[in-house]
């Protein structure tokens, strides 16, 4: 898999991770596929097995919810400074249809 990954020890796994790559026995045998998501009887076994770490999916950092409307909000002025001649009232060209097909693709601004 291409998303980054940590090794965590198996007492730290916990339900409903998702295993980054292949979970290979002593031999090199699969004792579960990258991808797999790990429940509480996959990981038992594992401990039985002697299974130390574990190879999971990063989780994602949580969202600045902040961040994200002030990022909006700038991207909105960025474009509303660009279509500055065609805005809203303005007659109508090719700029303003593109304007508000872009204010109407991003949703709002």
Known sequence: ????????????????????????????????????????SSLASLRRRGIEQVQVVAAAPPVDEAAVRAERERRCARLAHLFRRCLPGAPASASTVLYERLVAYRGSC
Do not use: C
């Open 1 to 40: 898999m291409t998303s980054a990954s940590d090794t965590i020890d198996i007492d730290d796994a916990s339900e409903g991770m998702v295993l980054a790559e292949d979970l290979r026995d002593g031999g090199g045998g699969v004792l579960l596929p990258a991808g797999a998501t790990l429940s509480a």
